[in-house]
């Protein structure tokens, strides 16, 4: 029920989320988002199609967050859906990630 | 949450415990990931149907999928061939949620919230619960069952 | 639609009809109009996730909803307290759905399409169930149970 | 869970179905276009925004239709969707009512 399309621009890893990152998918997310990080280029992750989030979705951007610090490489969000905004916001989370507002400023700022 | 008041919980002449309130909608799932969007969808529509706002269904929703993914996870320990059974009930200006599952009883002093101080995933099911409803807790589950979490939310 | 073959039922050690397949979610709703969209929501979730296209999973959803109206209006003549049981089970490349009333057992033979050259409102829920469905018919209740009516839906 | 608009356009009452007419809410619906009917301007019934609708909701524009042929006034469908076409031709009833691909037709048709 999730979606993840991974894309290159401007030397970004940007990875489009669309649909439920629930208990079924979230593993699934868990997996890109590592490899992304890995890959050590900047990562934007674009939430504006994620129509719902769970805590186990929200547990696997805690991780890629994580390693991105390890490795000192940037992990962002970009445009979060009015959805997944509150999730992030229960945990506290909000002030926590890099969040951009758009796309433009996300790509922007990650580089 | 608050731990299970078993002595003041109503019960039928069976010595079942009784659910209050006029009953919207039942729904029951095997103890599977996949099945947890079934459960959102019926919840999302039972809460708009009672009059809750758009963030009020989000919060119920939320709520009730974290309930459901602990019982997957902790009360059946991930085995998919368990039942859940999502109960929905009107209380007067109130939904009242019951969570039942047929897994051994859960030592409920252990069911508590981490602090969020600390960055790491997980543990956040407990506190999206408390946050997302008015009152929850674990109270005396039907005959049969192991576990009833049991959960309302005001409609606004 | 086909009568009950009553006698090629299979039954469990109770004698209660046994539901053929692998359960996927069942769902209990009172006899009330607006209690269908309950019912829309979780069997398009149900029929979706058992990967039917968008066309299928539109045709399932409209002669499960057919089914249950004829359930409010017929079985339980309008009255709002009757209970409806929707029970969605896999059946290798097939979907079952059986819906359970508790109201008097119907005269399956007064259960038919009208003709539709006539041009006039109602009587097409029979034949909607017909056109959408691969299958359809009443079978063996539960035990407790008043009806039964089986349908069947290739996943495509 | 549905919602009637009736507004007035070129002497044409166009009704703007939106949601799900079923069971519950197609009482409703067949008041508003018998209503409109009874009030012997052409009707125009926009469907687009009809998420589902069931026998019960076929039944009520059926009802309008004839009505309508009684009294001689226009009544006829636009842009019915997906959905809802999928219905209409179950019944039959794709080459009964008037139905318009667009509401720029409907309104040129109708009066
Ligand atoms: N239904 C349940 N059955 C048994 N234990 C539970 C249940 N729900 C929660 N718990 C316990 O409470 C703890 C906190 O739960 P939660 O906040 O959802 O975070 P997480 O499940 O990620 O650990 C769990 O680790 C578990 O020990
Ligand atoms: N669940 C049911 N219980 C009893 N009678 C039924 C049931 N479903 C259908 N029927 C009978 O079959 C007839 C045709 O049903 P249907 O095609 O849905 O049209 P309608 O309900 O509009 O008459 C009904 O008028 C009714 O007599």
Redesign the pocket.
């Known amino acids: 029920m999730v979606n993840c399309e991974v894309r290159e621009q401007d030397g970004i890893a940007v990875v489009a989320l669309s649909g439920d990152v629930d208990l079924e998918s979230s593993p699934r997310v868990r997996d890109v988002l590592l490899d992304c990080v890995g890959a050590k280029r900047p990562v934007l992750v674009d939430m504006s199609r994620v129509t719902y989030i769970d805590?186990s979705g929200v547990a696997s951007l805690v991780e890629a967050h994580q390693s991105a610090r390890k490795t000192k490489t940037t992990f962002a969000l970009a445009q979060v859906s009015q959805s997944a905004m509150r999730v992030l916001e229960l945990a506290r989370l909000d002030k926590v990630f890099i969040i951009h507002s758009s796309l433009a400023d996300g790509l922007r700022n990650a580089g | 949450m608050a731990e299970a008041k078993k002595q003041t919980d109503k019960r039928g002449s069976s010595g079942r415990a009784r659910l209050d309130g006029k009953r919207i909608v039942q729904i029951r799932i095997d103890s599977r990931p996949e099945a947890l969007r079934l459960v959102r969808a019926v919840v999302g529509e039972a809460a708009d149907l009672c009059g809750c706002s758009e963030n009020c269904v989000r919060d119920i929703v939320i709520a009730v999928d974290?309930a459901c993914q602990?019982?997957i996870?902790?009360?059946y320990g991930g085995r998919p061939n368990g039942e859940i059974l999502v109960d929905i009930r009107r209380e007067g200006d109130r939904i009242a949620f019951n969570i039942i599952d047929f897994a051994d009883p859960?030592d409920v002093s252990?069911?508590?919230?981490?602090s969020l101080e600390e960055l790491r995933p997980?543990?956040?099911?407990?506190?999206f619960i408390s946050e997302c409803m008015d009152d929850a807790r674990f109270r005396t589950p039907p005959d049969g069952a192991g576990?009833r979490?049991w959960m309302v939310k005001r409609i606004e």
Chains 1, 4 share one sequence.
């Open positions: 805590s | 974290e602990n019982v996870r902790h009360a859960v252990k069911v508590k919230p981490r997980g543990g956040l099911g407990i506190h576990n979490l």
